[in-house]
């Protein structure tokens, strides 16, 4: 098998993809207006815990079943569970992943807009740039001719292949992509009054932490890592042997929490020192940005340079996904890689474009009380992901072999493992229990606190 398969070709390719896969929307749009509605620091220090002590363990799961099968996340289980339907899991992550495309890709869409409409400026009147957020959304044609054009770039890249299309874009675009938030986090620490938004970020007012604020904290810590879908599966079965699995994941996490505290950097002090309340919603990136870049010198090149790191981001993440169904529909079906993704792209463009719709002209179409967006958004994040980690670390911890579960960590014994039984200790109990937990309450089925 590993000689057939596409393999990655060096370490820093490895993980500059698997940080790629990482790092998205959930980093740069997501998590700067999450920290701003649920009170600053408090929020970024339960985030950071529940990356570091709950989610590390998970990744490292989610990395040993990969390179351990060397298949596509459904072979994964068929392999390393054969004869049982533990491959379930496998069929639930192609699902989630296509899910999540359904309306990450629409969102895709609107960064391109965005950067192009940067490059003409934006108005400074909040009503002007509230209608041009609300005008657009709603408008039957150019959302979707973006969200096509999003899901083509990141398509075509998928096409190339692990070596040759992925990992080598993810090596040019993920450091273009530090050196844009660096820069934008410069410029927003320089301006007068941004002290005040550095001090929201990292002085804790711990009676800002209800039930609330862990929920929202630890479903933004799972979604913005990726885990739960087949991603870090499907691209742990890409590497080889002599990859530390431990570090690889320690540093990943590591750099996704970086680059989320980086992005809140970027936005915050700027936010502060125009005065803005920061729990302003989802719109921060889309209508409050856009209004601070107005007043600034040189705010078109910081909002164009903005909006194409949100697109750099999000590429890099969607190219994940479509690699989990892509590498099923071509190790299962037996289609090539080029029909698999052409397959993908189908049906991605339809279900995206109701999507993208449902802001506008399917408005009153809803299932559930909700539009198409609303459903594909929350139907994977807030039941299919979880059901999906839960599941991951249910079978590493029980149903795996603790020693294959060593031998995988330590790459057959070439690598000490740091803190085993600890590991096992949150993948068997912590994990389990925690996610269910967070399950539960999600649905409205059990209320913690
Ligand atoms: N981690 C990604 C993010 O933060 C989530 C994601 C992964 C989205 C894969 C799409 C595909 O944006």
Same mark, same amino acid.
């Given at each position: 098998?590993?000689?057939?398969?596409?393999?990655?070709?060096?370490?820093?390719?490895?993980?500059?993809?698997?940080?790629?896969?990482?790092?998205?929307?959930?980093?740069?749009?997501?998590?700067?207006?999450?920290?701003?509605?649920?009170?600053?620091?408090?929020?970024? %220090?339960?985030?950071?815990?529940?990356?570091?002590?709950?989610?590390?363990? %998970?990744?490292?799961?989610?990395?040993?079943?990969?390179?351990?099968?060397?298949?596509?996340?459904?072979?994964?289980?068929?392999?390393?569970?054969?004869?049982?339907?533990?491959?379930?899991?496998?069929?639930?992550?192609?699902?989630?992943?296509?899910?999540?495309?359904?309306?990450?890709?629409?969102?895709?869409?609107?960064?391109?807009?965005?950067?192009?409409?940067?490059?003409?400026?934006?108005?400074?009147?909040?009503?002007?740039?509230?209608?041009?957020?609300?005008?657009?959304?709603?408008?039957?044609?150019?959302?979707?001719?973006?969200?096509?054009?999003?899901?083509?770039?990141?398509?075509?890249?998928?096409?190339?292949?692990?070596?040759?299309?992925?990992?080598?874009?993810?090596?040019?675009?993920?450091?273009?992509?530090?050196?844009?938030?660096?820069?934008?986090?410069?410029?927003?620490?320089?301006?007068?009054?941004?002290?005040?938004?550095?001090?929201?970020?990292?002085?804790?007012?711990?009676?800002?932490?209800?039930?609330?604020?862990?929920?929202?904290?630890?479903?933004?810590?799972?979604?913005?890592?990726?885990?739960?879908?087949?991603?870090?599966?499907?691209?742990?079965?890409?590497?080889?042997?002599?990859?530390?699995?431990?570090?690889?994941?320690?540093?990943?996490?590591?750099?996704?929490?970086?680059?989320?505290?980086?992005?809140?950097?970027?936005?915050?002090?700027?936010?502060?020192?125009?005065?803005?309340?920061?729990?302003?919603?989802?719109?921060?990136?889309?209508?409050?940005?856009?209004?601070?870049?107005?007043?600034?010198?040189?705010?078109?090149?910081?909002?164009?340079?903005?909006?194409?790191?949100?697109?750099?981001?999000?590429?890099?993440?969607?190219?994940?996904?479509?690699?989990?169904?892509?590498?099923?529909?071509?190790?299962?079906?037996?289609?090539?890689?080029?029909?698999?993704?052409?397959?993908?792209?189908?049906?991605?463009?339809?279900?995206?474009?109701?999507?993208?719709?449902?802001?506008?002209?399917?408005?009153?179409?809803?299932?559930?009380?909700?539009?198409?967006?609303?459903?594909?958004?929350?139907?994977?994040?807030?039941?299919?992901?979880?059901?999906?980690?839960?599941?991951?670390?249910?079978?590493?911890?029980?149903?795996?072999?603790?020693?294959?579960?060593?031998?995988?960590?330590?790459?057959?014994?070439?690598?000490?493992?740091?803190?085993?039984?600890?590991?096992?200790?949150?993948?068997?109990?912590?994990?389990?229990?925690?996610?269910?937990?967070?399950?539960?309450?999600?649905?409205?089925? %059990?209320?913690?606190?």
């Amino acid at each position: 098998m590993e000689k057939t398969r596409d393999h990655f070709s060096s370490q820093l390719g490895v993980f500059l993809t698997v940080v790629g896969a990482a790092v998205g929307l959930g980093n740069f749009w997501r998590f700067p207006y999450m920290v701003g509605m649920h009170g600053g620091a408090a929020y970024i %220090i339960m985030y950071l815990l529940f990356a570091m002590v709950l989610c590390m363990p %998970i990744m490292f799961s989610e990395f040993v079943l990969g390179r351990r099968s060397q298949r596509n996340v459904f072979g994964t289980f068929k392999v390393l569970a054969p004869g049982t339907g533990w491959w379930g899991i496998g069929i639930l992550s192609v699902a989630v992943s296509l899910c999540i495309l359904f309306f990450y890709c629409v969102v895709g869409g609107w960064t391109i807009e965005y950067a192009y409409q940067s490059i003409r400026g934006f108005s400074s009147d909040v009503q002007v740039l509230e209608n041009n957020f609300s005008t657009f959304v709603a408008s039957p044609v150019r959302p979707i001719v973006c969200h096509l054009l999003f899901l083509g770039m990141s398509a075509v890249i998928v096409v190339g292949g692990i070596k040759k299309g992925i990992e080598k874009s993810c090596k040019i675009l993920m450091p273009l992509l530090l050196l844009m938030v660096i820069l934008l986090a410069i410029r927003a620490l320089f301006l007068p009054g941004s002290m005040e938004g550095v001090i929201f970020l990292f002085k804790p007012d711990f009676s800002k932490i209800t039930a609330e604020t862990v929920l929202a904290a630890l479903g933004q810590t799972f979604f913005s890592l990726s885990l739960g879908m087949g991603v870090m599966i499907t691209y742990a079965s890409y590497t080889k042997r002599e990859t530390n699995i431990v570090k690889m994941s320690a540093n990943t996490c590591l750099s996704a929490v970086a680059f989320s505290v980086l992005a809140g950097l970027a936005v915050m002090p700027a936010v502060f020192a125009f005065g803005i309340s920061p729990t302003e919603g989802s719109g921060l990136a889309f209508i409050t940005l856009p209004r601070i870049f107005a007043q600034l010198p040189f705010g078109s090149a910081l909002a164009f340079i903005f909006f194409i790191g949100l697109l750099v981001a999000a590429v890099t993440s969607a190219i994940s996904s479509i690699e989990v169904v892509a590498a099923y529909f071509t190790e299962e079906l037996k289609w090539t890689r080029r029909t698999s993704i052409v397959i993908v792209f189908i049906v991605v463009a339809i279900f995206g474009s109701l999507s993208a719709l449902s802001m506008g002209v399917l408005k009153d179409v809803t299932l559930f009380g909700k539009g198409f967006f609303d459903l594909f958004d929350y139907l994977a994040s807030n039941i299919l992901l979880p059901i999906g980690g839960l599941l991951v670390v249910i079978f590493t911890g029980w149903v795996i072999k603790k020693a294959v579960v060593k031998e995988e960590l330590s790459s057959g014994g070439r690598y000490r493992v740091p803190f085993f039984g600890a590991i096992m200790f949150i993948v068997k109990f912590v994990a389990p229990v925690a996610i269910s937990l967070i399950f539960l309450s999600s649905l409205g089925l %059990i209320k913690l606190f």
